[in-house]
Structures are given as C-alpha cells and as structure tokens.
C-alpha cells in the first residue's frame, strides 16, 4: 500500500516564503520520480515542479521557476517544495505524486499515486 503524506501548507503574506514536505511510506521512496502538482477549486490539477529519482534533475513550471525549488531526502522518504516570494495565485491545494513504476525520466510522466493534499493560501 502506497501513502503519500502532504503537510507544511498553511496562511501566508504575498511575498513570504512556505516549505511544504511529502512522506512516503510503502514503496523504496529513493527508486522514485516525484512530483508536486497543485489544484484550485474548479479548475484542473497543474503541474508545479518533479524531481528525479537519484535527484540530480529537476522540472518545474513557467510560472514557478526562480522561486519554488523542490529536494528530496531518501533517507527520510521525503520530498520537499519550497515556496519563496509568494503570490496570490499560489494559492491552491498542493499534492505530491509519484508514478506506478521506479525509475525513468522526468518526462515520463504518468503520475500515478496521490497524497490527499495540503492547502496552500495566501489572500490578494
């Protein structure tokens, strides 16, 4: 059984700065790609930023290079997002994901498991 745990989400000012940190337990966490992707009410999941399963490479989206970073800590089967300069339009619920298979490349794709979310808000 596969859980990703969410957590480190909360209320923000524009321009703070928020880590948010995903757990993984029932799987070899280190073999993994992982991803965060975020969510507004009505609209579809978005992807924010993926990491690779050794680490050495990163993706992240437009909107979101320069100020969020993701890391992970396989030792502590974790992967971390940190958010600095934060804008309203952050504002959404966050989710990590990895996929149903080890290995491969970023581009892959095909996230497959979910964490049940944690909610990112920072009011205009």
């Known amino acids: 059984q596969v859980r990703l745990e969410e957590s480190g989400g909360g209320l923000v000012r524009p321009g703070d700065s928020l880590t948010l940190s995903c757990r993984a337990s029932?799987?070899?966490?280190?073999?993994?790609?992982v991803a965060w992707f975020r969510q507004v009410a009505g609209e579809e999941r978005e992807f924010v930023a993926a990491i690779s399963w050794k680490g050495g490479a990163t993706s992240y989206a437009d909107s979101v290079k320069g100020r969020f970073t993701i890391s992970r800590d396989n030792g502590k089967s974790s992967t971390y997002l940190q958010m600095n300069s934060l804008k309203p339009e952050d504002s959404a619920i966050y989710y990590c994901t990895i996929p149903p298979y080890p290995y491969g490349i970023l581009r892959d794709g095909n996230w497959h498991y979910w964490g049940q979310g944690t909610q990112v808000t920072i009011p205009s």
């Open positions: 029932g799987r070899n966490f280190s073999i993994y790609r």
